[in-house]
Structure formats: C-alpha cells, structure tokens
C-alpha cells in the first residue's frame, strides 16, 4: 500500500498530467475551431486566454472559494476553542498554522483551501460549531488538513481551473455560432466540404470536452475524499470522532444558502441537501455516498458495523 509521501508524490504527477491531457483538449478544440473559421485567431486567443486565466485562478482560487462562501476570517479571539484545536493539529502533523474562517451557513460542513500548506485556509459553517461536540469538530478539521498535507487542494483547484477553461472555450464558439449564423456549417476561409467536417468536430469536442473534464474532477473529487478520511483519522488517532460527525452530516438536511458548483467539490460533504436539490446534483456528486465512508472508517478502526 502506498504511504502519504508517495500519494503526494503521485498527486503531483497526477497535475502534470492533468496539465498535458488539458493543453491537447485544449488544443484540439482551438485547432478545429480556427479551421472551422478559417482563422488561427481563435487558437491563439484560446493559448493566451488559458494562461492568463490559469494564472489568476490559480493565485485567486482560495480568495474566490472563500468569497462565495461568504466566509469571515477569525482569530484566536474570536474562537479560542477552534483556534487551539486547529493549532494543536498543526502541530500533531507538522503543518504550519491556517487562517482560519467561519461561514454564516448552518449546515454542519466545513472546507480547506489553498495552493499549498503555506497559503492553506480552513473554514467550518456556524451549523457546524454550533451542533459538533469538540471530538467531531476535531475529526471534521483533521480530514481538511489532511487534505492540505496530502496537496489535494493543489489538484482540486488545478482540476477545476481546467475544466472551466475547457468550458467556458466551448462556451463562447457555440455562443459565436449563433451570432454569426454558423450552425449552417460555413467555415470561413475553407471549402463546404471541409468546412463541415470541421465544423463537425469542433461541435462534438465543445460538447464532450467539458463533459469528459468533469467528469475528471468528480472522480478526483471522490478519491480524494476517501483518503482525507483515513488520513484524518490517523492524526486524531480517534476515529469515532470523524464518524459521529459523518453521521450528523449525513442525517443533516439544512440547506445551504451560498451552494456553488464551482466550489461544492471542496466541502466534506457535498453542500446541496435538503428540499430543492436537483437531479443533476444528485446524480452528479462530488464525493462518495457517507455510508461507504463511515464503514471504510470502521473496518480502518476494527469497530463494529451498525448492523453488529
């Protein structure tokens, strides 16, 4: 079985990879878009809107999850048990100290964020200071820090960078198709003929490709959960802890006022509950079914199953 040393390792291959599968979607789309119109304009946008984009979200991902959270930053002050909570996990684990914020939502959930260990930021809900007791907020927080040691959050926020370049690039040619009348399959610059093949593949890619990079980001989203569970456990080395809080969160069903797509992958648990969910949100979830993850926790601490 791999150790964390080496899943980190394999998380920063697993962004490289990401990285290249992404430049080749990326490039793919720009090339039959720009053969498409019979202008390598659109290619060249395509490279230079990636970078750009790549860049500010990268330095500005924490800033934004943060914001529409609508988290508020806390010190020891404010909140000297959760402050010597998180500080004393830190330390247990070799991490340096967090900032630290608090999200006027009541549902129980909670959420770390960051480039890396030294830009890292851990927010928890009201709902879940109010109604966790201190062994379950502790399993809460050491599942999130797990999550900045293991650099999850590094491959999360690259994940989900990519997948809305990929998106928003698809966006805007259908959106240009119907300014200009395109979908009649004229490309510009090409005979009929080749127009239409290009036109063709440039349509399936800006219909697949944001699919198939979402997809991606589910399934990186699930596994890394899994992990941040066990790891978090390992830390507190009390794993009834996480599991009691698991269960809250699971028999939890307060809705979240500021529940994003863009950022529902970083959460514990998936923050669209209660009434109004859609079908789309339950068939698409960004983490693995509660259930499966409060058993892997027992079977990981030798405690019996409900059922026993």
Do not use: C
């Amino acid at each position: 079985m791999a150790n964390i040393y080496q899943y980190q390792s394999a998380n920063v291959r697993r962004t490289w990879l990401m990285f290249v599968v992404f430049f080749l979607v990326l490039g793919a789309l720009g090339y039959a878009i720009s053969a498409y119109y019979g202008d390598p304009s659109f290619l060249v946008f395509a490279i230079i809107f990636s970078v750009v984009y790549s860049f500010i979200s990268y330095y500005g991902s924490a800033k934004i999850a943060l914001l529409l959270s609508r988290a508020v930053p806390i010190e020891k002050q404010d909140n000297p048990m959760l402050y010597n909570l998180v500080e004393n996990l830190t330390i247990a684990d070799g991490l340096p100290m967090p900032k630290l914020y608090v999200t006027p939502e009541m549902q129980i959930n909670a959420f770390a964020t960051g480039r890396d260990a030294e830009h890292a930021a851990v927010a928890v809900t009201a709902g879940a200071l109010q109604r966790l007791n201190k062994d379950e907020l502790q399993g809460v927080i050491a599942h999130e820090l797990s999550h900045v040691k293991n650099r999850d959050i590094l491959v999360s926020t690259v994940a989900a960078i990519l997948a809305g370049i990929i998106a928003l690039i698809a966006d805007i040619f259908l959106r240009s198709l119907f300014w200009s009348g395109g979908f009649g399959g004229r490309g510009g610059g090409r005979n009929n003929e080749a127009g239409e093949v290009f036109f063709i593949i440039a349509i399936v890619l800006s219909i697949l490709a944001p699919i198939g990079t979402m997809l991606i980001q589910f399934a990186i989203s699930r596994r890394r959960e899994a992990l941040a569970d066990a790891s978090g456990v390992l830390l507190t080395r009390y794993p009834e802890g996480l599991i009691s809080a698991l269960q809250k969160i699971a028999a939890d069903d307060v809705p979240m006022r500021a529940a994003k797509d863009s950022t529902a992958h970083l959460w514990i648990d998936t923050p669209f509950k209660g009434k109004g969910t859609s079908w789309w949100h339950k068939a698409f979830m960004t983490h693995p079914p509660i259930e499966e993850r409060i058993k892997a926790l027992r079977d990981m601490g030798g405690l019996p199953s409900q059922e026993a």
